[in-house]
């Protein structure tokens, strides 16, 4: 198959168009040394990044989801984990029913979780409760983790599972040395998705946050409603920053060619 036909060469044109330029927008937006961007370019500066350090709501904002994503994917990694190996492993009855629960909110608009989690925390009475936000954004952002860890299971090679048990090993012992060392990349890598999902997590958010559990994102939304300057992009393109860097460290430790793709390595 040819890499430098047409096609290839309208898809690279595609990405750069849609992909590409609104992040180089988004950058020079942010390094502007003007209210608003001219062009030609006037010049560049960091009083827009300045901004965002200096403002007590965006840091606030920032912390809160920063506390919230470690929180929901770690707690998402909890229950993907134990629903992989017996999803991936294991037939029993109902279990193309538990598969479809755990992957639903997949399918599930955002603003109808929104609205469904407002009005159960409404009745239960534990609205603007920190611990019950994240458990709606591990409700959200757990399909993300149960995917990753169900392909590194079907992938893993029992045989060396199979010889440990031969030697005498338990249970626990082959999960700990044999198991778990074999689906970690997959299991990083869909803890990381469900911290980048959570972090950026919108819609749903607008419903259930209070004035002291405000996300950045919403904090951006509700900031952009009532102005438009650069310190928006100035955020935006630290986010940007953020992902990238943690997407790097990811690469350097497993390999986003074995977390994504299963690549053997």
Avoid at 181 to 193: E, H, K, Q, V, Y
Avoid at 234 to 252: E, F, N, P, W, Y
Wanted: hydrophobic residues 55%; aromatic residues 10%.
């Amino acid at each position: 198959m040819r890499r430098n036909g047409p096609i290839a060469l309208l898809f690279h044109a595609l990405v750069v168009t849609f992909v590409l330029a609104p992040l180089v927008l988004v950058c020079l937006v942010a390094f502007t040394a003007q209210d608003t961007l001219s062009l030609p370019f006037a010049g560049a500066s960091l009083r827009w990044f300045k901004a965002v350090f200096e403002h007590p709501d965006f840091l606030q904002s920032f912390y809160n989801s920063l506390q919230l994503a470690l929180l929901s994917a770690t707690l998402s990694v909890c229950i993907a984990l134990p629903a992989g190996l017996a999803l991936g492993r294991y037939r029993f009855p109902g279990r193309d029913a538990l598969n479809g629960l755990f992957l639903s909110p997949l399918i599930i608009p955002s603003l109808v979780l929104g609205v469904a989690f407002m009005r159960m925390f409404s009745v239960m009475g534990i609205t603007g409760s920190f611990f019950w936000l994240a458990i709606a954004h591990t409700v959200v952002i757990t399909p993300y983790v149960l995917r990753m860890v169900l392909a590194a299971v079907m992938g893993i090679d029992r045989s060396s599972e199979q010889a440990a048990q031969s030697l005498g090993a338990g249970p626990w012992t082959v999960f700990r040395r044999i198991t778990l060392p074999a689906i970690l990349p997959g299991l990083s890598g869909g803890w990381m998705l469900a911290f980048i999902n959570s972090f950026d997590e919108l819609t749903m958010s607008i419903f259930v946050t209070t004035p002291a559990t405000v996300t950045l994102p919403v904090r951006m939304y509700m900031y952009a409603t009532e102005s438009i300057d650069p310190m928006m992009a100035s955020v935006s393109a630290l986010m940007i920053l953020i992902t990238g860097g943690a997407m790097l460290i990811l690469d350097r430790l497993y390999g986003l060619d074995r977390i994504l793709i299963g690549e053997r390595v």
